[in-house]
């Protein structure tokens, strides 16, 4: 699971199966559909109709099931990797709130335009942030 | 940080042991043996006792206190 979130390093660490990593694969491309099919879905239906709020809580499932396969794959990890992982999350956690506040105090002093930059952009820069942390201990350990 | 001293790298060559040889035995990945052996990442008591067995020494025969 954690190499297909790029939160794994296929060439150090103990290979999953090819089965393991098709259904993991499978597994991200539900998650992903799930929400690109809610979104779809809310745009095309009626503000506030039992379909919309029915397609809003879509994803929760997939999400769970992502969360579980992460859990294992983190349950399978040795000692060096949920390190760095644990220092990655870290860094991502902390880089995020500093956007997240620095934004809202931004939108308070001047004005933002929200459509460009919001609390609502944060999200795909997590990931980066995650990326950028898994350098910085995959750095300091090598 | 400064390096931790330990003769993993030394132990495991007197066995004629690669890298990936002494990660199978001991269950973690080659990077963790790499990252050990140059003393970037001083590993868990429970690793170290690991390491100690599959070496047949004392974990203060391996590893130097700092």
New interface residues.
């Given amino acids: 699971m954690l190499y297909i979130l790029g939160m794994e390093?296929p060439t150090?660490?103990?290979h999953p199966s090819s089965a393991a990593r098709l259904v993991d694969g499978a597994i991200v491309a539900v998650w992903f559909a799930s929400y690109i099919a809610a979104r779809v879905i809310i745009t095309n239906v009626p503000h506030g109709s039992a379909m919309a709020i029915g397609a809003a809580i879509l994803p929760i499932v997939p999400t769970l099931v992502v969360l579980w396969r992460a859990t294992l794959a983190i349950r399978g990890l040795?000692?060096?990797?949920r390190?760095v992982h644990l220092e990655a999350l870290a860094a991502a956690f902390v880089l995020t709130v500093l956007m997240l506040w620095t934004l809202g105090l931004l939108e308070l002093a001047i004005n933002l335009n929200r459509d460009n930059w919001s609390y609502r952009h944060v999200w795909a820069y997590m990931p980066l942030f995650y990326f950028l942390g898994l350098a910085l201990a995959w750095r300091?350990?090598? | 940080?400064s390096p931790i001293p330990n003769r993993v790298r030394e132990l495991r060559t007197a066995n004629e042991w690669t890298q990936a040889e002494l990660a199978d035995r001991l269950?973690?990945?080659?990077?963790?043996i790499?990252?050990v052996e140059t003393g970037?990442?001083e590993?868990?008591l429970g690793?170290a006792f690991k390491i100690a067995k599959v070496f047949e020494r004392r974990i203060e025969e391996i590893f130097e206190a700092q």
């Fill in positions: 390093n150090l660490s103990v040795d000692e060096l990797h390190r300091r350990y090598r | 940080m269950g973690v990945t080659r990077q963790t790499i990252s970037k990442y590993p868990s690793l």
